[in-house]
Structures are given as C-alpha cells and as structure tokens.
Nanobody
C-alpha cells in the first residue's frame, strides 16, 4: 500500500479557491489511480473526483464539475485538487485515496475500490 498525506485545507469565503495536495510515499505512485472524496458532518462519504494512472483521464461528481480540477504529477508523487468558485455546501473533510483500479471501477466513484486513504484535511467555506 501507499501512504498518503493531504494538505491545503482551510477556511475560505464563498467564491474563493483552494488547492489541496496529496503527497504519496513509495516508488509505485504511477501504478495507482487516485480519487478525492469528502465527508460533511452527518453525511455519507461522497465521491468528488478521480484521475487515472497516467493522468490522461479524469472524472468528477456532477456537483463539482466545472469548478474543481484533479491532476497528478508523477515526478513529484503528488495529486492535486484545485477548487474554484467554492460554495458553503463544499464544506467537508476531504480525503485522498489511492487504488489499483481503472475503467468502470474508476468512473463509478465507488470508494470500496481504494485501498489506501489519507487522514483528511478540513475545508470550510463561509457564506
């Protein structure tokens, strides 16, 4: 498995931007697909975005499409989530996850396909 550490969360006003980073350990970074998930208090974990092993394919939840961008830098073993036009409903703990999955499993956003998870970073959007 790979160890993941998220950073970049914080407090921002509605309409603002944040960039989350997910640093991964190990020499097998390029063999993993990555996803971002979030969980708000009292709600279930929700898929946000995913990126394929090569970075060529990205997938988004409808709620963030057009506002968030997921990317990866295989040379730096890091995955990013650029979040623009933030809304109060984006407030949650954001988690980075890694898994050896592709195709329909990656597109589905099913968290059960991911074997490694970070500790999470809090994002709070004030109105």
């Amino acid at each position: 498995q790979v160890q993941l550490v998220e950073s970049g969360g914080g407090l921002v006003q509605a309409g603002g931007s944040l960039r989350l980073s997910c640093a991964a350990s190990g020499r097998t970074f390029s063999t993993y697909a990555f996803g971002w998930f979030r969980q708000a208090p009292g709600k279930e974990r929700e898929f946000v975005a995913a990126v394929s092993r090569s970075g060529a394919n990205t997938y988004y939840a409808d709620s963030v499409k057009g506002r968030f961008t997921i990317s990866r830098d295989n040379a730096k073993n890091t995955v990013y989530l650029q979040m623009n036009s933030l809304k109060p409903e984006d407030t949650a703990v954001y988690y980075c996850a890694a898994g050896r999955l592709w195709g329909s499993s990656l597109i589905s956003g099913d968290f059960r396909g991911y074997g490694s998870w970070g500790q999470g970073t809090q994002v709070t959007v004030s109105s």
